[in-house]
């Protein structure tokens, strides 16, 4: 692949909430992810503005990660049944690096400044 034209720009980092297992098996099979609207201007800002924006999913209660993928494209209007709920917004591609349960436990040392440097979970 090119380049991106951002690549001197800053990398950026957000941890995906899943309430099931079964939106990241969809998102893993089909490559796409969908979040809230509340979700949607933050994720599309940094899409613009940063050289990769990777997103690190969890599902709540699971106590651990399922993987991690890269954002490959911006949030659209478009909508997904796939999810089935109302509640989500638009459909963006999602290229998944690695497709694996991490314990947050492995990850205990990774502390969030943006968030009074909580562990990252």
């Known amino acids: 692949k090119s380049p991106s034209p951002r690549q001197n720009m800053p990398v950026r980092y957000f941890v995906m909430k899943s309430s099931n297992l079964q939106n ?3 998102s893993q099979q089909k490559g ?3 979040t809230t609207p509340s979700n949607e201007r933050k994720l ?3 899409f613009w ?3 990769v ?3 690190i999913f969890s599902v709540q209660g699971s106590g651990c990660f399922q993987g991690f993928a890269r954002m490959g494209s911006a949030i659209g209007c478009e909508k997904s049944q796939d999810w089935g709920s109302a509640g989500f917004g ?3 591609k ?3 690096i690695r497709k694996e349960n991490i314990p947050f436990h492995f990850a ?3 502390l969030n400044p943006w968030n009074d440097s909580k562990k990252v979970q």
């Open 53 to 55: 924006v990777y997103l």
């Open 108 to 110: 205990h040392h990774l």
């Open 90 to 92: 638009g459909v963006f």
């Open 49 to 51: 503005e940063s050289s």
């Open 24 to 26: 990241i098996d969809i």
């Open 32 to 34: 796409i992810w969908s």
């Open 94 to 96: 999602v290229d998944w």
């Open 44 to 46: 599309n800002e940094a």
